[in-house]
């Protein structure tokens, strides 16, 4: 009897927080989101200049479409405005650096998602505002040591805080893998914990572009953890998705190389780079 109970509590909570997350925001913006995660993949194939032009369409066209159908249109434009541009921000990050004109965006709207999340009580804070505020918050701290020590339990909070309202929402759980695997034990990281993250994720996620970072998630943990034939059978799994393969290449290659997805993506990330005097702000001193 007591083993049922727990199993109805926990399917209960499932429930409620799936409830609120979708009664938070109009199931227009949360169309546009889930298929934006998806359509992303593939515009990772794209040169540079198509694929900000593409999603700079995407970002004008889901905004101009918002007010009829907003049930929260401050916290809807901001979540579909921060999606994009967050998007936007990675192929920057890929193609041309990170610009101080971009990361002075990023910090507005990372900013504007921490004022919707505070400025609303509980049941009226959708998850995806919580994921992009984690995001944001991620890619602003990303180039500067300070911003990242004054950031970083930030970004945890938030996907933690988008995991409490919708338990399945795969892309928080996803990235809070990624900030366990980068974070040290003694500030609460960890491999294993990050590797419980990915697998969960792997599990609930229904979403193909949520799939698709899950199968990542688990195969580069894998990786790291030498258990070369699972990372390779999740690499698979993500190929097999068909939504896109220059992401995966890359994998492969480092892989190839003897490293994992997770020791590229810092090199990339500028972390450890001393940024220019006049691309500092008051975080990063």
């Known amino acids: 009897m007591r083993k049922r109970f727990f199993s109805f509590i926990l399917i209960f909570s499932f429930f409620c927080g799936f409830l609120s997350a979708n009664d938070a925001i109009s ?39 918002l007010p009829p159908h907003a049930v929260d249109f401050e916290q809807e434009q901001c979540i579909l405005e ?3 541009f967050t998007e936007i921000y990675e192929h920057s990050l890929v193609s041309v650096g990170n610009q101080k004109e971009l990361r002075k965006k990023m910090k507005e709207l990372m900013k ?29 701290m990303t180039r500067s040591v300070t911003a990242t020590f004054l950031y970083g339990f930030k970004v945890k909070g938030y996907y933690e805080k988008a995991l409490e309202i919708n338990p399945n929402r795969a892309s928080a759980r996803v990235n809070l893998g990624n900030w366990l695997f980068y974070a040290p034990q003694l500030a609460g990281g960890g491999k294993t914990k990050a590797q419980t993250q990915y697998n969960i994720a792997s599990v609930s996620a229904s ?52 490293y994992s997805n997770f020791q590229y993506l810092r090199n990339r990330s500028g972390i450890d780079e001393e940024m220019a005097e006049d691309e500092k702000d008051d975080d990063d001193r």
């Open 27 to 65: 199931s227009y913006t949360r169309q546009k989101a889930e298929d934006f995660v998806t359509l992303r993949v593939s515009l990772k194939d794209e040169p540079y200049e198509t694929a900000v032009k593409k999603i700079s369409d995407l970002r004008d066209e889901a905004i101009a479409g």
């Open 207 to 258: 979403i193909p572009g949520e799939k698709y970072m899950a199968y990542i998630g688990v195969s580069q943990i894998n990786y790291e953890n030498k258990k070369f034939d699972v990372a390779k059978e999740y690499l698979q799994k993500a190929f097999d998705l068909n939504l896109g393969h220059s992401e995966l290449d890359i994998i492969k290659k480092c892989n190839a190389k003897g």
């Open 82 to 84: 921060t999606l994009y």
């Open 112 to 140: 504007r998602a921490v004022k919707c999340i505070d400025s609303r009580k509980k049941g009226q804070v959708s998850d995806w505002i919580c994921l992009l505020a984690g995001d944001a918050t991620s890619y602003y």
